[in-house]
Structures are given as structure tokens and as C-alpha cells.
């Protein structure tokens, strides 16, 4: 088993930043590759990011390629989301998540996901 554990929510102004962190335990950290996902009011949970286990390779959907930066530090378990230039649109709860494979991951189906954390872009 593995739990993510998000934090770093909150409310905030467009145009500003937030980091969102996903704490891990469990299982080996640096096996699993973690994404970052998020669902708004009345749609579907959407996948945004993914980096492979040592970080050094990333994928970002097209709306957040540019503002969004997923790392991770192995050493401390912990994935992060850095999102920059935010807009009311960005309004969602965010979910970190991890497997073993990539592709389970970005078509929305990983193995274990964290219970959310909200996020409010106020306009």
C-alpha cells in the first residue's frame, strides 16, 4: 500500500502561485512515477502531470504546459506541484497519485491516489 498525503491548498488571487506537495509512505517511493490530477464542480477528475521515478522526465497536459512544474525528491518522499499564473479556471480539488506504471497513471486509473486538496483562483 501507499498514502499520499496532499497539502498546500488554499485560496489565492489570478496571476499568483501556490505549491502543492503530496507526502508519500509505504512503499518505495522512488519505484512509483506520480501524477497530479484535479476536478472541478460538476466535471470530470482531469489528468495533469506526470514525472517518472528519478524526475527527469515530465509530461504536462496542454492548459497547464507552461505554468504548471511537477518535480519529486526522492529523499524526502514528497512529489510536488508548482502552479504559476493561475486563473479562475484553475478552481478544483487536486489530486496527487502513483503506480508503478505511467500509462495507468495518464489515463486516469493509478494504483493509489491522495484525498484532495482545494484550490480556489479568485478572479
Known amino acids: 500500500q501507499v498514502q499520499l498525503v496532499e497539502s498546500g491548498g488554499g485560496l489565492v488571487q489570478a496571476g499568483g502561485s501556490l505549491r502543492l506537495s503530496c507526502a508519500a509512505s509505504?512503499?518505495?517511493?522512488?519505484?512509483?512515477?506520480m501524477g497530479w490530477f484535479r476536478q472541478a464542480p460538476g466535471k470530470e477528475r482531469e489528468f495533469l502531470a506526470v514525472?517518472?521515478?528519478?524526475?527527469?522526465?515530465?509530461y504536462y497536459i496542454d492548459s497547464v504546459k507552461g505554468r504548471f512544474t511537477i518535480s519529486r525528491d526522492n529523499t524526502k518522499n514528497t512529489v510536488y506541484l508548482q502552479m504559476n499564473s493561475l486563473k479562475p479556471e484553475d478552481t478544483a480539488v487536486y489530486y496527487c497519485?502513483?503506480?508503478?506504471?505511467?500509462?495507468?497513471?495518464?489515463?486516469?486509473?493509478?494504483?493509489?491516489w491522495g484525498q484532495g486538496t482545494q484550490v480556489t483562483v479568485s478572479s
Open positions: 497519485a502513483a503506480d508503478l506504471r505511467s500509462s495507468r497513471l495518464r489515463v486516469g486509473s493509478p494504483g493509489y
Open positions: 509505504g512503499r518505495t517511493f522512488s519505484n512509483y512515477v
Open positions: 514525472v517518472d521515478w528519478s524526475g527527469g522526465i515530465t
